[in-house]
């Protein structure tokens, strides 16, 4: 068998339907490489869980590294601050890159020592971030003045990139959503002072989060609000045919029409969903060779492999909930519609709808659910609902290890939706 190109959870082969953003993308870094001077405001791509927003960012972050630009990833996490984390990639981005004279690395090394001496971190830059965010955990260091070490570090590390000749800093923050406040409001409060300046500037930060983010920002600083926010659209059927198909070709295998107008269907745009069930299909097709064709009876074959691993996922989306989480979740799913009103869950569980405030919130930070149009939400995940509609008529533990496949013992088998209805597919609303 040839090796699976797809791999569910992980940066996919080929990038698909992203154009408009990757563009987008270019357009805001091409400022920086034309007049050396700050991108912008703060770039964020919003989206649900599985919609490809930490892809379309690597891809981002390559191409700006081949147009000259050093880069820096950083990946936020609830509980942690995010800064020493920060501090630690620039500081390793650019002594990677090797940009510097040597006479001149020992005092911009001390003079990064110093900086991240503000944010809690031990002599050098290279410290892991779990070791710096324990340091980190007392306040000890006033926020002015970590608001100006991270001005210094921006500026001074992008300066120095320009004038060794190349383009400019890069910033990636993934996760936004996750981001400690405090250590959001001295980036936030850094780029503002900095953006005073911006022709001394070559820099740019762009990131990544929940639907929540937006909020999350103008929590930590008022002005946060002043970021650049774009939702990340799920795949047209087009794009998530070649996000398919192309991965195949490479290895000289190809998908009929109609299988990859079935796995469109059921994956409704959403990336993450694509690679799992080519996953399942190629994993069930065995193809070996150059001219191999996997065509809807196999797609229709690896469906109980795909359920299997979405079905691990919802059940842990499922006992990571509180009770009214789920009587919230369960009200949604029973309703059978593809968006649900606050006033119809209240109704449902007998509750005033400001009483449920909190709960939605909790279910929308989590990636589980999300706004849908004025008073309305909606699932995140196509087939969450289904799931959720088989666990309570079966009774099926929430534990993710011993919930057994959508298509395993005593559950109806699902069929693909016919090829020429495209617009049907997980779940049955």
Not at 352 to 379: H, M, S
Not at 396 to 420: F, K, T, Y
Request: overall charge neutral; glycine content about 10%; some cysteine.
């Amino acid at each position: 068998m040839l090796p699976n190109p797809y791999a569910p959870g992980e940066l996919p082969r080929v990038l698909a339907g992203r154009e408009q953003q990757q563009d987008r993308i270019r357009g805001y870094l091409s400022r920086i490489g034309t007049y050396g001077e700050m991108g912008g405001p703060l770039l964020v791509f919003q989206g649900p869980r599985g919609v490809g927003k930490t892809s379309l960012l690597r891809e981002a972050q390559r191409d700006a590294e081949a147009h000259g630009f050093i880069t820096a990833w950083v990946a936020c996490r609830r509980n942690a601050p995010f800064l020493p984390d920060l501090v630690s990639r620039v500081g390793k981005a650019i002594e990677t890159a090797d940009i510097l004279p040597r006479a001149e690395k020992s005092s911009f090394k001390l003079r990064l020592d110093s900086i991240g001496l503000e944010f809690g971190l031990p002599s050098g830059v290279k410290v892991s971030a779990t070791a710096a965010a324990d340091r980190s955990g007392t306040d000890a260091h006033p926020r002015g003045a970590q608001i100006s070490a991270m001005e210094d570090l921006l500026h001074e590390t992008s300066s120095q990139v320009r004038a060794r000749g190349g383009a400019g800093l890069v910033v990636f923050v993934d996760e936004l959503h996750a981001a400690a406040r405090d250590d959001l409001a001295v980036l936030l409060n850094a780029m503002q002072n900095l953006a005073g300046r911006r022709e001394d500037n070559p820099l740019a930060i762009i990131g990544a989060g929940l639907p929540s983010t937006p909020g999350v920002l103008v929590n930590a600083a008022t002005f946060g609000e002043r970021s650049t926010f774009l939702t990340l659209p799920r795949l047209e059927p087009a794009a998530a045919a070649a996000a398919v198909a192309g991965p195949a070709a490479e290895l000289g295998v190809t998908w009929t029409p109609a299988a990859l107008q079935a796995i469109a269907a059921e994956a409704q745009g959403f990336p993450y969903l694509l690679q799992v069930l080519a996953h399942a299909t190629w994993q069930v097709a065995k193809p070996s060779g150059t001219g191999d064709v996997l065509d809807v009876g196999q797609v229709q074959g690896g469906l109980p492999l795909a359920d299997d691993q979405l079905t691990s996922m919802y059940a842990a989306r499922w006992a990571a909930a509180t009770e009214l989480e789920r009587q919230i979740m369960a009200v949604m799913a029973q309703v059978g519609a593809p968006t649900v009103t606050r006033a119809e869950i209240a109704e449902q569980l007998g509750r005033p709808t400001q009483a449920l405030g909190v709960p939605r919130e909790r279910l929308i930070d989590k990636g589980i659910i999300e706004p849908a149009g004025r008073g309305e939400v909606r699932f995140t995940m196509p087939g969450f609902d289904r799931y959720i509609r088989e666990t309570l008529a079966t009774g099926a533990p929430a534990d993710p290890d011993q919930v057994p496949g959508q298509l395993g013992a005593g559950r109806r088998r699902r069929e693909l939706p016919p090829a020429s209805d495209p617009g049907r597919g997980t779940p049955r609303r």
